[in-house]
């Protein structure tokens, strides 16, 4: 009876191996005959400001045209970035989302725009992001990608509408302007999360307060799952806060860096055009 038992474990063991190995052709196979709709999915919740996501080696230049389409978000990409994408979540916050799709390796500026809310409340909300490989902001090549726009058209294929391409100026006057845009946004971008940081200990005040009455045991353990989301969503808040702070200092030190190279250009130049002229005059 033990041998029974033996060799029937060593056929499961040797299913299981067999298995294994034929795994990723019989999952290449499958999705060879999935349609790129079933592969790819990209969810944007505008009442819950959250987006979900599924991809499967998506081409980079799909995924952000469908990002901007349904967040209607515009988002300048350069044009040389040539890589797939893949990654699955569901209902994190836009800015999340959009940070973890392109991954640590693809560098991103977010810009934000502040409005008033139906209570007069103020409120932030993305606007742009731009999207290039590490230390090429400047150099970049732009195509972009305006989904409030072409929402307003009420388009339905964002892949086949013509997309402006632009290039960003490396004048120092530009970069100059650069620079104080990029600093405006940071200090926008620190309100923003202050005041969401705000709006989330405010609402766990009042939840203590709740708690501090003569509750049933039905409503405490609802006050206190309440509770526990705040302190969920506030970690998030402040672990973003701190990715898209960083990303966007380490964007503002490149244009500062920037600025100076070009500075030292132009006094080249200059002093190149004295000497010229004094050889001249001799």
């Known amino acids: 009876m033990n041998a029974c038992r033996l060799t029937s474990f060593n056929m499961k063991m040797a299913l299981a191996m067999a298995s294994f190995f034929l795994l990723p052709f019989s999952v290449r196979a499958d999705t060879d005959n999935v349609s790129s709709s079933e592969m790819h999915m990209i969810e944007f919740d505008k009442a819950e400001y959250t987006l979900s996501v599924r991809l499967i080696n998506a081409d980079i230049s799909d995924v952000v045209a469908e990002l901007s389409k349904v967040a209607g978000i515009k988002i300048f990409l350069d044009e040389s970035m040539n890589r797939t994408i893949s990654s699955s979540f569901r209902n994190v916050s836009l800015e999340t989302g959009i940070k973890r799709v392109l991954g640590p390796e693809i560098s991103s500026a977010f810009v934000f725009v502040r409005y008033a809310d139906s209570s007069g409340k103020e409120n932030y909300r993305l606007d742009t992001v731009k999207i290039f490989d590490s230390g090429k902001m400047l150099s970049a090549n732009f195509i972009i990608f305006d989904g409030s726009t072409e929402q307003e058209r009420g388009a339905k294929d964002i892949f ?123």
């Open 160 to 282: 086949s509408q013509p997309h402006e391409t632009v290039r960003m100026p490396v004048t120092p006057g530009a970069i100059r302007h650069e620079i104080g845009m990029a600093r405006k946004n940071l200090g926008m971008i620190r309100r923003k999360y202050e005041a969401e940081t705000t709006n989330i200990k405010a609402g766990m005040a009042r939840i203590r307060m709740e708690l501090s009455k003569n509750l049933s045991p039905q409503e405490r353990e609802e006050h206190i799952r309440k509770l526990r989301y705040h302190r969920q969503n506030l970690a998030k808040i402040r672990q973003m806060s701190v990715r898209i702070t960083t990303d966007e200092e380490k964007n503002l030190r490149e244009l500062i860096e920037a600025e100076a190279k070009a500075g030292d250009r132009r006094k080249f130049a200059e002093r190149q055009r004295v000497s010229e002229k004094q050889k001249r005059s001799e």
